[in-house]
């Protein structure tokens, strides 16, 4: 059973269309990270949350602690916006802080002009 | 400052060869971590190294070794590589401070494919 899960696998849009990504998880964390891997491979790190919601540029990330949910929006979606996106988090371990994430399996995001 | 570097970017072994796999950073973090990443799961952590001096198992350390060198460096050895080895290896570093909540950079990958 994986700790954090994403939805959906696999997301197909148009261009200019508004794309959301969800992730779910069974654990006590202390902050939640979106990451982008780009088809050459690379992996960066889009937000990082605790509480709230973060923007950049057209990307929007929230996340609601009680319910254990965060969700990933895509504004006026682009090509170059495909890529996969990853939902990972840290961990609460009683009396640790290390910085281990654990991961989504990731959303394969398409946009087709 | 080049962030996260690893060497090789592509590597072909053939079963019970053995190869390290090279991490450097230069953001002089404290942590750094090794994980492989196979199709249709996430990625999976290997060993990591909290600071300086140590190490521990992550989820899938059987058949890997790792050695933090120093601050800087921190490599992981498959001493007799198994088809089931086959992956992409990331390596990535973040900077630990207590209570904090940590971002963590990773570097661009090592293909590794065992035939």
């Known amino acids: 059973k994986n700790e954090v899960e994403q939805s959906p696998q696999n997301l197909t849009a148009q261009e200019g269309e508004f794309i959301t990504i969800n992730c779910s998880y069974s654990v006590g964390i202390s902050a939640l990270h979106w990451l982008q891997q780009h088809p050459g491979g690379g992996i960066v790190s889009l937000f990082m949350l605790s509480s709230g919601k973060k923007k950049h540029g057209r990307l929007i990330a929230t996340i609601n602690i009680q319910e254990k949910h965060s969700s990933l929006h895509i504004t006026a979606s682009h090509p170059r916006d495909s890529a996969v996106y990853i939902c990972a988090v840290n961990v609460s371990h009683r009396g640790s802080t290390l910085g281990r994430l654990y991961f989504g399996r990731g959303t394969q995001l398409t946009v087709w002009p | 400052n080049a962030g996260v570097t690893q060497t090789p970017k592509f590597q072909v072994l053939k079963t019970g060869q053995s190869m390290t796999l090279q991490c450097a950073q230069d953001?002089?973090?404290?942590?750094m971590y090794w994980y492989r990443q196979d199709p249709g799961m996430g990625l999976r952590l290997i060993y990591y190294?909290?600071?300086?001096?140590?190490?521990d198992k992550g989820e899938v350390p059987n058949g890997y070794n790792v050695s933090r060198l120093n601050k800087r460096e921190f490599s992981l050895r498959l001493e007799s590589a198994a088809p089931s080895q086959t992956s992409v290896y990331f390596c990535?570093?973040?900077?630990?401070?207590?209570?904090?909540?940590?971002?963590?950079?990773f570097g661009p990958g090592t293909r590794l494919l065992v035939l």
């Open positions: 953001m002089n973090h404290n942590s």
């Open positions: 990535a570093s973040s900077e630990f401070r207590r209570g904090a909540r940590e971002t963590q950079y």
């Open positions: 190294s909290a600071s300086e001096g140590t190490t």
